[in-house]
């Protein structure tokens, strides 16, 4: 069950909308749960969809559409990599591979110390600035050459030293 505080964020979003329309406030709903808890559970998109009154599929097809929702706990800095085709075709592939082989992980797994996890986009929209990735959903890393990857991993590192 969700906290009376997440509850009245939820009425706070939902108050945007008609009332026929509720749904509309889905993502800010969902977001709301992430920065609570840290990762959309499916019970939470069961708890958001009934408050929302829409079928519990609705709200994880949401959930699964967008990497900013987190299905499952992440470390503290969540890594996405574009590796659409335009990023590929401008070694996006092979900063994802750096960045496995250095953190020691694969594509979708997190470091044993819970610091990094791993994960791929579909496109961030910055072609032109590959290869990209996008830090805890807010920063963007353009032109991360394995140098740069390195560098930002070792400046992460060092952040929590």
């Known amino acids: 069950m969700f906290s009376e505080q997440t509850k009245a964020l939820f009425d706070r979003e939902t ?7 509720r749904q509309s406030a889905v993502m800010a709903c969902l977001t709301v749960v992430q920065q609570e ?18 079928p519990p599929i609705a709200v994880h097809e949401v959930t699964s559409f967008y990497n900013m929702y ?14 659409n085709l335009p990023c590929q075709l401008r070694d996006g592939a092979k900063a994802l591979q750096h960045l496995e082989h250095k953190l020691g992980i694969v594509m979708g797994e997190t470091t044993p110390d819970g610091l990094f ?17 996008l830090v805890n959903d807010i920063n963007m890393c353009s032109f991360m050459s394995n140098q740069k990857l390195d560098q930002l ?3 992460l590192k060092s952040a929590e030293a």
């Open 15 to 21: 108050a945007k909308y008609p009332a026929d329309q």
């Open 37 to 54: 808890q840290g990762f959309v559970s499916a019970e939470s998109e069961k708890q958001v969809a009934a408050y929302l009154g829409m």
């Open 70 to 83: 987190n299905q499952q706990p992440v470390g503290k800095y969540k890594l996405n990599v574009c590796t």
């Open 153 to 155: 991993i070792d400046g």
């Open 117 to 133: 996890t791993l994960q791929q986009s579909e496109c961030l929209g910055a072609c032109a600035d590959s290869p990209v990735l």
